[in-house]
């Protein structure tokens, strides 16, 4: 059985630094610039998913393909094999803050916000549960990314560290 958390880190690796489409950079407006490189072609993630009650630890894998849709937004589609998620990653201008919110087949939706666009906070919910959520994103080059995600609640944390490839066009 798949941890519901596993597809939201994967997703928001996919989310904060990945792109479907082909928009060339250009096409971002200047606050999020810094994901030019990411748009176009597809990537091949790999999560590595802790173990919890329900499932020993496991890596995930997911194909994440993304586009620059209206208002230079970053809209990031990932697929698994039993898991689906919609998410967008964006800039504010009047409060110079990026913002990152979507949800998943699992119920799962997310809320986050960053001054950097590398180092995001905020929650995630997956029904009544709500969870304190924290990212941080890299970039190894122009076809590697990658993220580290701690989720907590009162007693409970879980990491995930996602690693994304860029597969092909």
């Known amino acids: 059985m798949r941890c519901p958390l596993s597809g939201v880190a994967a997703a928001a690796v996919a989310l904060a630094m990945l792109t479907h489409g082909r928009a060339p950079a250009q096409s971002l ?11 176009g072609g597809t990537w091949s993630c790999v999560t590595r998913v802790p173990a919890t009650p329900a499932s020993p630890a496991h890596q995930d894998r997911s194909t994440a393909v993304f ?16 898991y689906s998620g919609d998410f967008y990653i964006g800039y504010d201008d009047r409060s110079g803050k990026y913002w990152m919110t979507g949800a998943d087949s699992l119920g799962t939706n997310l809320s986050l916000t960053s001054s950097d666009g590398l180092h995001y906070t905020g929650t995630s919910s997956m029904g009544g549960l709500v969870m304190n959520d924290q990212a941080t994103y890299g970039r190894d080059g122009p076809n590697r990314t990658e993220a580290h995600e701690v989720f907590t609640r009162p007693g409970v944390q879980a990491t995930f560290d996602t690693v994304c490839t860029r597969a092909g066009p």
Do not use: C, K, R, W
Request: charged share 10%; aromatic share 4%; no cysteine.
């Open 29 to 39: 407006p200047a606050g999020m610039a810094q994901y030019g490189h990411l748009v």
């Open 67 to 82: 586009e620059v849709v209206a208002g230079g937004v970053v809209h990031d589609h990932i697929v698994a094999a039993d």
